[in-house]
C-alpha cells in the first residue's frame, strides 16, 4: 500500500484529499497543526519537526503539500507570509526528496488562482501561492522521471475558513459569473490531485490546473 502524505489534512480540502486517497487504495498520513486520528502534529515550517514527521511516517511514494495559511487569517508580514506559503512547500518537498522516495513518486502542491489571475488583500499570498506554481514547473524539469510534480489551482472552495463568503455580495457575485454557477467542493479539488498523482497521469508533468468551474477563463 502506498503512502501519500497530506500536510494541512485535517479539514477542507485536505480532509477530502485524504478521504479520497484512503477510497482509493492509498495509505494517507496527515501531518496537520491540528491533532487528528492517526495523523501527526506537524509545523511544517520548522525544519526539524519536518524531519521527525519523514522518520515516523515511513517511506511515502506521494506527497500533497496542502498545508498553509489564508489569506484572511491572521496578519501576516511579506516575507513571513511567503515563508509560510511557499517557503514551507520547499521545505517539506525538499526534506521528502532526501529521503529517496520509491520509483514513480509524484508531488502536487496546492496553489491558487490568486497566483496566476486575481489577487487578495494579501499580497504575500498571491506572491506566495504564484512561487508554489514556479516551484513546481522547477521540481518537474529537475526531477522527471523519477518524480514528476503538478499543482492545482483551486478558486472559490466552499470550505470551513471560507463558511459564510458565499452569502455576501462578493460571493454571490463570484457565484453568479461562474459558468458553473456554484462554489467549488472540497472533493473537486480531491479528485484532481488524486488524478495527478495517479498512474493515469504518468505523461503530466510540471502543469498548474486550475479547479475552479472555469471562472478563470471568464476573466
Known sequence: MDTVIVTGGASGIGAAIVRLAAAQGLRPVVWDLAPTDGGLVVDVRDPLQIETALETTGPARYLVNNAGPASGGAPLGFGDGLVATAGSVEAVTAAWLRTGPPADAAVVNVASVAGNLVGTDSAWYSAGKAAIA?????????????????AVAPGFIDTPRMAGFGDTPLGRDLI??????????????????????????AYINGVLLPVDGGWTVTQ
Open 176 to 201: 453568479a459569473r461562474n459558468p458553473m454557477r456554484r462554489a467549488g467542493r472540497p472533493e473537486d479539488v480531491a479528485a484532481a490531485v488524486l488524478f495527478l498523482l495517479s498512474p493515469s497521469a
Open 134 to 150: 514556479g516551484y513546481t514547473r522547477h521540481l518537474a524539469t529537475r526531477l522527471a522521471p523519477a518524480v514528476r510534480a503538478n
